[in-house]
Structures are given as structure tokens and as C-alpha cells.
């Protein structure tokens, strides 16, 4: 309905028009608060999954040169 619509109609029957779209107006903006919300925390947290991935792959390959090198002296010693 348009606005000269609920304009023309019963005083009753505006205010109770009204209502109805301020209540579907607040669940769609309760709705779209939401999914942004959503949609953050999943970009918080692929940035974070990235973040971790690419650190964690220096530390396994220094602990890889640890090992290696804990082995090389190992080895050293029991020549």
C-alpha cells in the first residue's frame, strides 16, 4: 500500500498497518544485523586461519631443522 493509501483508511486500520510494517521492518533489520555479523566473524576468522597457516609453516620447517640438526650432532658424538 502506498502512503495516500493508509492515509484514506480508517484510523484503525492505519495504526494497525503501521504496526505491521514497523514490526516487519524491525525482523528485516534484525535479520540483516545479523548476517553482517555473521559474515565479520567469518572473515575474523579466515584472516586468522591464514594468519595461523603461514606462521605454522616456518615453525614446522624450523622444528624439521631442529630435529635435523639435533641428529647431526647425535651422530658427532657417537663418532
Avoid: W
Avoid at 495516500?4 to 534484525?30: C, F, K, N, P, Y
Avoid at 572473515?43 to 616456518?58: I, Y
Wanted: some cysteine.
Amino acid at each position: 500500500m502506498t502512503v495516500q493509501h493508509i492515509a484514506r483508511s480508517r484510523t484503525g486500520t492505519a495504526d494497525a498497518i503501521l504496526t505491521v510494517q514497523a514490526a516487519s521492518l524491525e525482523t528485516r533489520l534484525s535479520d540483516a544485523t545479523l548476517a553482517m555479523f555473521e559474515k565479520y566473524m567469518g572473515t575474523l576468522f579466515s584472516r586468522r586461519k591464514t594468519v595461523t597457516n603461514g606462521v605454522s609453516r616456518p615453525r614446522a620447517r624450523c622444528g624439521q631443522a631442529l630435529i635435523l640438526f639435533r641428529r647431526t650432532i647425535a651422530a658427532l658424538r657417537l663418532a
